[in-house]
């Protein structure tokens, strides 16, 4: 099934790195792109404008949290997501799989779906693939997500069949549910663990259903860098060459350069926005932490290389004391850093794909960071 207004074109390849496009009816997001993750209907601590100065041309937002609280119907009601956060631009939903997953003894699974407790007050919901479908449409998602089972890591070889299995009929439920409307689109996930074959077995029921992007989910569960690399490795190549690639809940600055030489376009992360509220700053020298006292009395910025707010018009010694007053404002400063850091990173590998010199901006970025609280010369 095509919808032209929905589209994925690579302009440019470095090894399996590709520079691309996708056209939405919200946009076009310019690939490899970071999507800020705006769970409940806002990036916290950012205005929907100061996210887009940051660089994000997508923002993520989630099926479990906004069926809750504010509740579909409600933000139907109220023209849709990108009206109600006044953000027009694309925006993914999350299915809600992973977090409903992660309700453990509140929450039981079986062939039709889950049925849950609210972590909020308890009260009893059921989601299915249709369902799913049906709120990520309410919202008025650019880009919604097939309903799947994140399998729990470590798993065997048997569990993770079973878990990835289940996925996969539910991924023809999510297609046949889902409403086409012209410039939006479905993405399918991948599941199958660190297993070779069972994610092969997925990337093909998948691709046989037919879907406008494909994820890979049931990583950065746990199972360490180099195993997420290596699954990617093989699962990569797997997948169609014009459809896009979404590496779900990803990542470290280093996880992004690692997945985009292996092939992923996509990435969303609560990482920078989280650490900023919990002072830490990511920079081209590694993290940052602005709760230590060193800073107390530096009057350089964070990053005199950075074009944000927080390292044009405040040194650390102001930073240090807003985290230590536990202002807000040490917060919203962090949190906008992080996030123009991790927009800059995905532009300057755009850049290095388009000339093809990936390879040497890998090397400059990781002979430059080192583990640990570090400070610029």
């Not at 504010?70 to 027009?88: I, S």
């Amino acid at each position: 099934m095509t919808n032209p207004e929905f589209k994925f074109s690579v302009s440019a390849t470095d090894g399996a790195a590709r520079r691309g496009t996708l056209k939405t009816g919200h946009g076009d997001i310019r690939t490899p792109a970071f999507m800020p993750v705006g769970t409940a209907a806002t990036v916290k601590g950012m205005t929907p404008e100061a996210v887009r100065e940051t660089g994000a041309d997508i923002l993520l937002g989630n099926t479990y949290h906004l069926m809750l609280r504010p509740g579909a119907d409600r933000v139907q009601r109220l023209g849709g997501l990108h009206k109600f956060m006044n953000w027009e631009r694309p925006i993914l939903t999350d299915s809600g799989g992973f977090q409903v997953m992660s309700l453990n003894e509140l929450r039981k699974i079986d062939e039709n779906g889950v049925t849950f407790k609210s972590h909020i007050d308890g009260k009893r919901f059921e989601l299915t693939p249709e369902r799913s479908m049906e709120i990520q449409n309410q919202l008025d998602a650019t880009i919604t997500m097939a309903f799947d089972e994140c399998t729990p890591f470590p798993a065997d070889a048997d569990l993770a069949a079973t878990s990835m299995r289940r996925s996969m009929r539910w991924a023809k439920r999510s297609r046949d549910a889902f409403e086409v409307r012209k410039g939006y689109g479905l993405f399918g996930i991948v599941q199958g663990s660190i297993y070779e074959d069972l994610r092969l077995e997925s990337v093909g029921d998948l691709t046989g259903i037919g879907f406008d992007g494909y994820a890979v989910g049931g990583l950065a569960v746990g199972e360490g860098q180099e195993e997420m690399f290596r699954t990617l490795e093989f699962t990569s190549p797997a997948l169609p060459n014009d459809k896009p690639r979404y590496l779900m809940g990803v990542g470290k600055p280093d996880d992004l350069v690692g997945a985009v030489m292996r092939g992923i376009d996509m990435f969303d992360c609560v990482l920078p926005t989280r650490s900023g509220r919990n002072a830490q700053a990511f920079t081209r020298f590694g993290t940052v932490n602005m709760r230590n006292a060193r800073h107390a009395d530096d009057s350089r910025p964070l990053d005199d290389l950075c074009g944000c707010p927080a390292c044009r018009n405040y040194c650390r010694g102001y930073l240090h004391h807003l985290v230590r007053a536990k202002e807000i404002l040490g917060s919203v400063l962090l949190t906008w850093h992080n996030l123009h850091y991790y927009q800059e990173l995905m532009a300057g590998m755009r850049s290095a794909i388009e000339q093809q010199r990936l390879a040497d901006f890998a090397l400059h970025f990781f002979a430059r960071r080192e583990e640990g609280d570090i400070d610029p010369a």
